[in-house]
């Protein structure tokens, strides 16, 4: 399937209660990869983090407040599939928000220029009120159909 960029973000602006049928945006994204952020105690150390061989996929009713996000890996193992609430943003932008491994997940789709950003918030090991994240960003192919 052709992903038609004018197509995708029409769609995603559709939000008014005269839509004659649902429309649902699906995002596959790849090659996420970024910084992760732990505070040690003394000061906060970055090191470069990503996902590899792994895959963050989306389905979203437009104008819903909830979508599902699926993170699989190429390694063999069962895919983690989590319930997040959706949020539209203004210039073709679409957030999820889920609790996955006992961190908040904050996912945002650049729909025009295809992109993902994601931030996770957590506590660092068992030093759980220490600052704790990862800053990452994907590629991605996003339909809406």
Not at 23 to 32: E, H, P, Q, T, Y
Not at 83 to 95: D, E, I, Q, T, Y
Request: one cysteine or more; proline letters at 2%; hydrophobic letters at 40%.
């Amino acid at each position: 399937m052709r992903v038609l960029r004018p197509l995708a973000l029409s769609a995603v602006f559709v939000l008014s209660g005269a839509v004659a049928e649902a429309k649902v945006l699906s995002a596959s994204c790849s090659n996420i990869h970024g910084l992760r952020m732990d505070d040690t105690g003394s000061k906060v150390e970055t090191d470069k983090d990503g996902l590899t061989n792994t895959t963050w996929a989306y389905s979203w009713e437009v104008g819903s407040n909830e979508a599902t996000l699926i993170l699989q890996s190429t390694r063999g193992t069962s895919p983690v599939t989590e319930r997040a609430f959706a949020h539209m943003l203004p210039g073709g932008k679409v957030s999820f928000i889920s609790m996955l491994s006992g961190a908040t997940w904050v996912h945002t789709l650049y729909t025009t220029n295809r992109k993902l950003l994601v931030t996770q918030h957590t506590g660092a090991g068992s030093n759980t009120d220490r600052l704790s994240g990862k800053m990452m960003i994907g590629d991605c192919q996003i339909h809406v159909s």
